[in-house]
Nanobody
Framework: QVQLVESGGGSVQVGGSLRLSCAAS????????MGWFRQAPGAEREFVAA????????YYAGPVKGRFTISRDNAKNTLYLQMNSLKPEDTAVYYC?????????????WGQGTQVTVSS
């Protein structure tokens, strides 16, 4: 049974930083691409970033490029999202997922999400 557990969310002021973690189990983590999505109230779930299993190839959504960094530790079966220079529009529930691409339908397994709130 695949389990993805996010952590690291919280409340931060504009310009601050947070690092999200996603602990994976029940799958061969090293063989799977992973991604982060987010969903703000009343909005659709949107792509944030993704990383291939090679830990080299990475993709970012335009609004986060240059501010967020996706990474993975294959030895710890953990995915990360380092978020810097946070803005109020980054406020959302953040989800990690197994898969690759910009479309959420291309992802097979999802975590329960972690709330990120950025206040001015």
């Amino acid at each position: 049974q695949v389990q993805l557990v996010e952590s690291g969310g919280g409340s931060v002021q504009v310009g601050g930083s947070l690092r999200l973690s996603c602990a994976a189990s029940g799958l061969t983590f090293t063989s799977n691409p992973m991604g982060w999505f987010r969903q703000a109230p009343g909005a659709e779930r949107e792509f944030v970033a993704a990383i291939k299993s090679d830990d080299v190839t990475r993709y970012y959504a335009g609004p986060v490029k240059g501010r967020f960094t996706i990474s993975r530790d294959n030895a710890k079966n953990t995915l990360y999202l380092q978020m810097n220079s946070l803005k109020p529009e980054d406020t959302a529930v953040y989800y990690c997922a197994v898969g690759l691409g910009y479309d959420a339908h291309r992802y097979k397994y999802w975590g329960q999400g972690t709330q990120v709130t950025v206040s001015s």
